[in-house]
């Protein structure tokens, strides 16, 4: 139990202290990074990954598909292809990520095609989309939010996706509870224990239509 304890209390730290000065967002973040490297990197090895998982999970053509923090389209692009026109929506709170994948990701015949629903909102509010999802995905952003905000995701999410959506998120599992000091931003890392995140799964009450169900990689 006390070992619990100081090892909590020293992750928390860590991660306090490595928060403190977090690669900067926006077109500053351009500056010392590209677009590629701000989401991650690993391009076509986390963009399939994610577009293979959710074909898995039974995604088709002509399901809505909702990119929750698309990016720069690191997945969004395979599933512009794949999906039916307009059945695509992207939503990222930052314009750069979404003007550089939109210029050097996506041909512009394939957007002319498709015509994506893209979004620039911190607010996730779905209720801006033309459509409801049937399928959501959100790969490496619940890693950089506070509780408060996954929770605002979810709530608004669950108003706003279809019933029976599968909504499907990544997040960095720790075996002991943490404390967050900071608030949440793109370079920083919050990790959740198994039990807090089966919390989430029925935090928007009486909304049964949504579940947070998956990992795809959890523990990195
Ligand atoms: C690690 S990147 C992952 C992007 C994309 N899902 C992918 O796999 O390439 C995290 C993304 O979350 C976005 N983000 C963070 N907080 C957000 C918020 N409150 N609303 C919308 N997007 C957010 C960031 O702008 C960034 O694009």
Redesign the pocket.
């Known amino acids: 139990m006390f070992k619990k304890l100081v090892d909590s209390l020293t992750t928390s730290l860590k991660l306090y202290k490595k928060g403190k000065q977090p690669w900067p ?1 926006g077109e500053a973040g351009l500056q010392v990074r590209n677009h590629r490297q ?3 990197g690993k391009w076509d090895e ?2 399939l990954l ?1 577009f293979e998982f959710m074909k898995n999970q039974g995604l088709l053509p002509h399901h809505v598909l909702c ?10 692009r395979f599933f512009i292809d794949y999906l039916e026109q307009g059945n695509y929506l992207g ?4 314009e750069v ?1 979404i003007r550089e994948g939109r210029a050097k990701e996506v041909s512009e015949q394939l957007w002319a095609a498709k015509q994506p629903e893209v979004i620039i ?4 509010d779905f209720s801006r989309f033309s459509k409801r999802p049937d399928f959501a ?5 619940f ?3 506070s509780t408060a ?1 996954i929770k605002c ?1 979810l709530r608004n999410l669950a108003t706003h996706a279809n019933p029976g959506c599968k909504f499907f998120a990544t997040y960095i599992l720790s075996d002991i509870p943490l404390i967050h000091l900071h608030a ?3 370079s920083r890392s919050f990790r959740y224990t198994p039990e807090k995140c089966c919390r989430w799964d029925v935090m928007p009450a009486g909304r049964p239509n949504i579940s947070v169900t998956g990992t795809i990689h959890a523990n990195r």
């Open positions: 967002e701000m989401v991650g986390v963009g994610q990119d929750v923090a698309c990016g720069s389209f690191r997945a969004g939503i990222d709170k930052q990520l909102d911190d607010k996730f995905i959100a790969n490496s952003l890693s950089h939010l905000d995701c949440s931003h793109s």
